[in-house]
C-alpha cells in the first residue's frame, strides 16, 4: 500500500496549493488551478495514494529486479505514442534511478553487439597478419570494441616489413593490421558512411530536452520541473534504439521519418503529460534547434572519424 502523501504540490511546477485549501469553508472542491502556472488539476491527483504510480507496463511501475522485462513492455508501448502520454500524468511518481537503468540497457543492447562483433573480427585478424604484430593480441581487439566504427582507431602503422639479405629481416619489424574497411568489406564501409547520421540522431535526441528548458514557454511561464523534462527525454531513447538498428541503406531515408517521429513525440508530452499551451510551436522550436545541431554533429564525425 503507498504511503499517503502529506504534500499539496502542483504537479507541474511543485508550487504549494496549501493555500488554497485555506480558503475551503463547507465542503473539499474537485477540481483546482495553480496560481503559478496556471494548471487546471484534480484534487484526487494531489491527495490520492495509489493515483501517483505510474501505469504497471512501464519501467517506473514494476519492482526495480524487473526493470530488464519491463524495459520490453515499454518499448512496446512506445510505439503507440498516443496510448503511452495518454497513460502517464504528471502526479505520477518519477523513479530516477529505473529510469537510468532504461536508458543503459538501450544502450547496451545497441552497442555491446557491435563491439563484440568488431573486436571477434580484430582478434581473428590478429592472428591472420604476417608477419607476426608486436602489439598485443588483446589491445588490438580493445581497440576496435572501444570505437567500432572509427577508421582512424582500427589502422595501424601504414608501412610494410623491410627484408635485408636473403630474405632475413633486420632491425624492428614495421607492419601494419589490416584496416576495418579491409576486414569487413563493403559492408563496414556503409557502416562507416551512415556514422554521421547515427550520431546525429543520437544528438537531435539529447539535445531537444536541453533546447526544451531554454525555451521561455517551458520554464519560465508554464514552470515545468526538470524530472517531467528527464521522463519525457529518457523515454524518447525508445525510438532511437529503434533506428539505429535499421539496414545501413535504409539510414538515409528514414532520417527524416526519425526527425518527425520526435517531433511527436514531444507534441503528445507537451499537449497530454505537461498540459501546456500550442504543443504544436514547442514541438517545431525543439525540431528545427535539434536538427541544426544534429547536422553540426554529423559533419564533424564524418571530417574527424569517416574520412581517411
Same mark, same amino acid.
Given at each position: ?7 499539496a ?62 524495459? $520490453? ?31 543503459? *540497457?538501450?544502450?547496451?543492447?545497441f552497442?555491446l553487439? $557491435? ?38 582507431v ?15 629481416l ?12 579491409? *576486414? ?12 554521421p ?12 530536452? $536541453? ?16 524530472s ?27 532520417a ?11 507534441? *503528445? ?33 564524418? $571530417? ?5
Amino acid at each position: 500500500m503507498p504511503a499517503a502523501r502529506t504534500d499539496a504540490d502542483c504537479p507541474r511546477c511543485g508550487y504549494d496549493q496549501r493555500g488554497a485549501i485555506v480558503d475551503w469553508s463547507a465542503a473539499c472542491p474537485l477540481t483546482g488551478v495553480c496560481v503559478e502556472c496556471g494548471l487546471a488539476y484534480r484534487w484526487s491527483d494531489i491527495f490520492g495514494t495509489s493515483v501517483h504510480e505510474p501505469p504497471r507496463w512501464s519501467v517506473e511501475g514494476r519492482a526495480a529486479w524487473l526493470v530488464p522485462w519491463t524495459t $520490453l513492455t515499454t518499448l512496446v508501448v512506445a510505439f503507440t505514442m498516443p496510448r503511452f502520454w495518454s497513460a502517464f500524468r504528471m502526479h505520477h511518481r518519477l523513479r530516477p534511478r529505473r529510469l537510468a537503468a532504461f536508458a543503459v *540497457l538501450l544502450l547496451a543492447l545497441f552497442y555491446l553487439p $557491435l563491439t563484440l562483433a568488431h573486436g571477434t573480427t580484430a582478434w581473428q585478424a590478429w592472428g591472420r597478419a604476417r608477419p607476426q604484430p608486436s602489439i598485443p593480441r588483446i589491445q588490438y581487439a580493445a581497440f576496435a570494441m572501444a570505437l567500432p566504427l572509427s577508421e582512424r582507431v582500427w589502422s595501424g602503422p601504414r608501412v610494410q616489413p623491410v627484408a635485408m639479405g636473403r630474405g632475413t629481416l633486420r632491425g624492428p619489424v614495421r607492419w601494419r593490421l589490416p584496416t576495418s574497411r579491409e *576486414l569487413m568489406g563493403g559492408r563496414l564501409h556503409r557502416a562507416l558512411d551512415t556514422l554521421p547520421i547515427v550520431v546525429g540522431a543520437v544528438t537531435c535526441t539529447a539535445v531537444m530536452p $536541453l533546447v526544451f528548458v531554454a525555451l521561455p514557454i517551458s520554464r519560465r511561464r508554464a514552470k515545468v520541473r526538470w524530472s517531467h523534462i528527464w521522463r519525457i527525454g529518457v523515454y524518447s531513447l525508445s525510438w532511437l534504439w529503434l533506428f539505429t538498428l535499421l539496414p545501413g541503406g535504409l539510414m538515409p531515408v528514414a532520417a527524416a521519418g526519425f526527425v518527425g517521429v520526435l517531433t511527436a513525440w514531444w507534441y *503528445l508530452g507537451v499537449d497530454r503529460y505537461l498540459c501546456m499551451t500550442e504543443p504544436g510551436a514547442v514541438a517545431g522550436s525543439l525540431t528545427l534547434l535539434a536538427v541544426l545541431s544534429a547536422a553540426l554533429a554529423g559533419c564533424w564525425t564524418h $571530417l574527424w572519424l569517416v574520412t581517411p
